[in-house]
């Protein structure tokens, strides 16, 4: 027994019952064919849900990391879109820029106010 294939050329999905083509491929489908591609484009979005960030303190650097290790492993399962790992990725980075630079300019602050007390002796 061979196995049925929808009647163009190069699909090798199976006919509906009791037709010569694949539904993706039924001339008599269009409409129901938009509105599945239209479903499985919206439920492909995968996207971080509210209770992954709504009570994180991201000015804390432990919280940071916590969410990233959460993100690495959503994205590694596919419950995270790699399009969104890397956002937030790209984020943690410029927000890990941000505070190095602040404690740089914190430190230089801190000196500048040692050599005025020891320029004034």
């Known amino acids: 027994m061979t196995k049925r294939q929808c009647a163009v050329e190069g699909c090798k999905a199976a006919p509906l019952d ?19 591609r239209s479903r499985g484009g919206r439920a492909s979005q995968r ?10 303190d991201f000015t804390m650097l432990k919280e940071v990391d916590k969410f990233l290790c959460l993100l ?12 969104i790992g890397k956002t937030c990725g790209y984020l943690a980075r410029s927000l890990g820029q941000l505070r190095e630079l602040s404690e ?3 430190r230089l602050d801190s000196l500048a106010a040692r050599l005025e007390v020891l320029e004034g002796r």
């Not at 010569?20 to 938009?34: A, G, M, R, S, T």
């Not at 590694?76 to 790699?82: F, H, I, L, M, N």
């Open 104 to 106: 740089f300019e914190e």
């Open 72 to 83: 690495l492993k959503e994205v590694a399962v596919g419950e995270v879109s790699t399009a």
């Open 47 to 56: 996207t971080l849900r509210a209770e992954h960030v709504e009570n994180l």
């Open 18 to 36: 009791g037709e010569d083509f694949c539904f993706f491929h039924h001339p008599d489908l269009k409409k129901e064919q938009q509105e599945a």
